[in-house]
């Protein structure tokens, strides 16, 4: 991290910047200490990778993602003012999780936006995908 060296994967430029096209916020949420934060950042930098906020784990603190995803989701982060309907890919657990209500929650109408408003993006870089 320190040396900055991370590339991004194929596509990842293109989709943060079509999200933000669409009117959408990107928050990136990593497991990343505070400390590694800059040298994070600075790699997002140089790639010209756009996003709203990212929000590291603070120092000494456990690795529970969860805290900062509710942040996102109630709007207190630079991401947003408001609270913002969150999509999130576990980076070490092969799932897609939303905030409530899920769409299969949301009834038929929901369940048939899946490839039009919902997607499922596998993380390539942990884990398996079935």
């Known amino acids: 991290m320190k040396r900055r060296e991370a590339t991004p ?8 910047n079509r999200v ?3 009117g959408g916020r990107i928050a990136i949420v990593t497991n990343r200490f505070q400390t590694e934060c800059a040298d994070t950042a600075a790699v ?3 790639h010209a990778l756009v996003y709203d906020a990212m929000l590291c784990r603070p120092d000494g603190s456990p690795a529970d993602k ?3 995803f509710e942040a996102v989701a ?9 609270k913002l309907e969150l999509w999130r890919l576990s980076a070490t ?10 769409p299969q929650e949301r009834g038929e109408e ?4 899946f490839g039009v408003r919902f ?3 596998p993380n390539p870089m942990y884990g398996s995908w079935q």
Request: proline share 12%.
């Open 44 to 46: 997002f930098a140089a």
């Open 93 to 102: 657990h092969p799932r897609f999780s939303w905030s409530r209500p899920k």
């Open 110 to 113: 929901a369940l048939a936006q």
């Open 66 to 68: 969860n805290p900062r």
């Open 119 to 121: 997607f499922v993006l």
């Open 9 to 16: 994967l194929p596509g990842a430029a293109l989709f943060l």
């Open 74 to 82: 109630s709007g207190r982060t630079p991401a947003g003012a408001g």
């Open 20 to 22: 933000r096209a669409l």
